[in-house]
Nanobody
Framework: QLQLVESGGGLVQPGGSLRLSCSAS????????IGWFRQAPGNEREGVAC?????????????SYADTAKGRFTISRDNAKNTMYLQMNSLKPEDTAVYYC?????????????????WGQGTQVTVSS
């Protein structure tokens, strides 16, 4: 059925890099706005990056990032593989959280978690020396 399965989390030292993957099944990801979110213990789920769907006209594929992610994180997708990615560089201990991928059938993405219909199961990212 319609689902997102993510992978790629793990333990990394500060300053290191990690790439998360999220594979979509049952729906064409290219027609969905996508996003990556994270949640640390005691905190609300927050958006880190999102991308408009690939058929969004002049704004198709445009991305948005939280201030904490700009310059370090990159969201992307491979429509042929129906997979989305989050490349994380220069990782900091405060990036430690469970990361979730999400998708919604609309053109424009939002960094808020409300409004996304499909969610991955989450993958733990721990940044520690």
């Amino acid at each position: 059925q319609l689902q997102l399965v993510e992978s790629g989390g793990g333990l990394v030292q500060p300053g290191g890099s990690l790439r998360l993957s999220c594979s979509a099944s049952g729906f064409p990801l290219e027609y969905y706005a996508i996003g990556w979110f994270r949640q640390a213990p005691g905190n609300e789920r927050e958006g880190v990056a999102c991308s408009n769907n690939s058929s969004g006209g002049s704004r198709g594929g445009l991305t948005s990032y939280a201030d904490t992610a700009k310059g370090r994180f990159t969201i992307s997708r491979d429509n042929a593989k129906n997979t989305m990615y989050l490349q994380m560089n220069s990782l900091k201990p405060e990036d430690t959280a469970v990361y979730y991928c999400a998708a919604v059938r609309r053109r424009v993405c939002l960094l808020g978690p409300d409004g996304y219909d499909y969610w991955g199961q989450g993958t733990q990212v721990t940044v520690s020396s």
